[in-house]
């Protein structure tokens, strides 16, 4: 006979979300690179490549802040926590920079405090004890106690950006403005596709399974175990790995990953869909670069900065954009490329609105 009750408690299953998002890709780069620049093995060819064309002003750059943000990961989960999932900031690069610029000095002051606090916790967690590290800690010098857990990987320039919350922000401004320039291309393959997301509740790690298209580690169930939330976000270059990383206080897990080829991510068409053509052109900027473009067989693309007034990456990112979609050609012209408009690009887009007018101005004479 049976004199226990034979139920047991249920677990929900997970939220999940998801969000192709460019600050999540552009530090998941920074991460990247970080990791190159140590000597480190990374997913795919891209870090070394990035890394060799970083001028020595980046690489400066990474290895000062790298202490402070944890290669970038600090820096990562506060973006991705501070910004709503709704903000321009997430699809384009010119308003997350204009955000992070924006940022008050005793938000950045708090971030600073974040990446020494979180090295310090890896240091006592993960680290034999160093005596030079303890007698800081024994002084209540945390700064110096984290600056000397890095050693020599440590830029000499960290102490000044930790000490000067302005000058750290400015910092990651002019380090993330290039790297945002080499990474575009691949952010907008991202852009082309669409994230499909569990339509049931479903078990934690079948739901990265169906979105990821890979298994994660079973030695890392401890961190998807009992969330309530699982956030998905796709990112070049991480080529058959998973970024697992908790948020919001261990409520949720952060999965960061590249679609595979047989991808959840689903590309569109290469042939540019009418609605992306006029799109393109209603740019104000796009649009003063076609202007510019009718009135010279070709262009350089800093020739265009300088006489539109535009910055130079604002006019190369828009420049990827109208050539994706086949409104500009480009050719090499030894280490610079020539720009000229594509008239038929042009012609096609202006077709779809002289076939919906024809159309409209025709139902009108019928009725």
């Known amino acids: 006979m049976i004199t226990e009750p034979v139920w047991t408690r249920g677990q929900p299953a997970p939220v999940c979300h998801g969000q192709v998002s460019w600050p999540a890709a552009l530090l998941t780069a920074m991460i990247l690179l970080d990791y190159r620049d140590l000597g480190h093995a990374t997913p795919d060819p891209w870090p070394a490549q990035a890394h ?3 001028s020595a002003r ?42 992070w610029r924006d940022r008050s000095l005793s938000d950045v002051a708090a971030l600073i405090r974040e990446g020494i606090g979180k090295g310090l916790s890896f240091y006592r967690e993960a680290m034999a004890p160093i005596p030079e590290v303890e007698e800081y800690l024994r002084q209540g010098d945390e700064l110096s106690a984290l600056l ?32 945002g320039e080499k990474l575009y291309p691949a952010f907008q393959d991202l852009q082309r596709g669409m994230l499909h997301l569990p339509s049931v509740p479903t078990p934690a790690e079948e739901a990265i399974l169906q979105v990821t298209g890979l298994l994660p580690p079973a030695e890392k169930k401890n961190l998807w175990e009992g969330k309530k939330e699982l956030s998905f976000y796709p990112v070049p270059h991480l ?13 949720v897990l952060r999965i960061f990953f590249t679609p595979l080829r047989a991808s959840p991510l689903t590309p569109l068409t290469s042939t540019p869909r009418p609605w992306e053509l006029l799109g393109a052109l209603g740019d104000e900027g796009r649009w003063a670069l ?14 265009m900065a300088q006489d539109l007034g535009l910055h130079p990456s604002t006019v190369s990112r828009h420049l990827s954009v109208l050539e994706r979609l086949g409104l500009v050609r480009v050719r090499r012209d030894g280490a ?32």
């Open 239 to 251: 080529a058959g790995h998973l970024g697992l990383e908790e948020a919001g206080n261990g409520r």
């Open 52 to 54: 060799a064309a970083l």
């Open 58 to 99: 980046q690489k400066e750059l990474l290895r000062d802040l790298r202490p402070l943000v944890a290669h970038g990961l600090i820096l990562r989960n506060f973006c991705l926590e501070k910004l709503p999932r709704a903000h321009p900031a997430h699809a384009d690069p010119d308003a997350f920079l204009a955000w």
């Open 148 to 179: 000397a857990t890095w050693g020599d990987k440590g830029g000499p320039g960290a102490r000044v950006l930790a000490e000067d919350p302005e000058a750290f922000q400015e910092a990651v401004g002019d380090f993330l403005g290039p790297l």
């Open 336 to 367: 610079q490329k020539r720009y000229r408009l594509e008239t038929e690009g042009v012609v096609q887009a202006i077709s779809h609105l002289e076939r919906i007018l024809s159309v409209h101005e025709g139902g009108e004479r019928d009725g």
């Open 290 to 303: 076609v202007e510019y473009l009718s009135r010279f067989p070709e262009a350089f693309a800093g020739q």
